[in-house]
């Protein structure tokens, strides 16, 4: 099946600084991409929706400047998470829509764990 | 959108078949209905994928009535390692308004 590989899977950082976070489909031309943060024990929030060359779409209450989303190439998408504070630790996780041999859909990242100390 | 809705949790036994049911009655002419299993920590990995009848590949069955309001994860003889949380999706794949919208999921507990 398509793979989509997500980097770093985990990360500490301080109170103020930012994170950026890489997602990449590597057997697939990924059109679409989307970005989900998790809490324990939740589902997944879809935070934005991104397509290649264009302008990510935020789901409502994300902010646009706080999460910035960059899908420069048809394989690689990034969220940087600007002046990290504790509140934004969660579990980020990117998936990639496209297809791949037989196999067509969302193909999801092994995600993120971000703790913001 | 098409909502979905699941059962919030389900218990089985080894070597149970295990079928989860999804309801998604705003599905849309073009949606796919994809299933996905997730551990925690992890991101969701792909089981199974269908757009009416019956699907089946080497983990599990889909099957989905001709109205497509609903559909149902047939899992063969469970074992331990299947516990996990398992989320139905709907979503026209390659469209210009697609968004994949999670639900609750479906935590299965397989008890030896």
């Known amino acids: 099946g398509a793979v989509v590989s997500q980097h770093p899977s985990r990360v500490i950082c301080k109170s103020g600084t930012s994170v950026k976070i890489e997602c990449r489909s590597l057997?697939?031309?990924?059109?679409?991409m989307f970005w989900y943060r998790q809490f324990p024990k939740q589902s997944l929030m879809l935070m934005a929706t991104s397509n290649e060359g264009s302008k990510a779409t935020y789901e409502q209450g994300v902010e646009k400047d706080k999460f910035l989303i960059n899908h420069a190439s048809l394989t690689l998408s990034t969220l940087t998470v600007t002046s990290a504070h504790p509140e934004d630790s969660s579990f980020y996780i990117c998936?990639?829509?496209?297809?791949?041999?037989?196999?067509?859909?969302?193909?999801f990242g092994q995600g993120t764990r971000l703790t913001v100390v | 959108l098409a909502k979905t809705t699941q059962p919030i949790s389900m218990d089985s036994y080894e070597g149970q078949e295990v079928n989860i049911t999804c309801s998604h009655n705003?599905?849309?002419?073009?949606?796919?209905i994809t299933w996905y299993q997730q551990f925690p920590s992890q991101g969701p990995r792909f089981i199974i994928q269908?757009?009416?009848t019956k699907v089946t590949n080497e983990v599990a069955s889909l099957f989905i009535p001709a109205d497509r309001k609903s559909s149902t994860l047939s899992l063969p003889r469970v074992s331990l390692s299947d516990t996990a949380v398992y989320y139905c999706?709907?979503?026209?794949?390659?469209?210009?308004?697609?968004?994949?919208?999670f639900g609750t999921g479906t935590l299965l507990a397989v008890q030896p």
């Open positions: 999706l709907v979503g026209d794949y390659g469209g210009a308004t697609n968004k994949l919208i």
């Open positions: 705003n599905i849309a002419t073009n949606d796919y």
């Open positions: 998936s990639a829509e496209g297809r791949q041999g037989d196999s067509s859909g969302a193909f």
């Open positions: 057997d697939f031309q990924a059109t679409t």
């Open positions: 269908g757009y009416k």
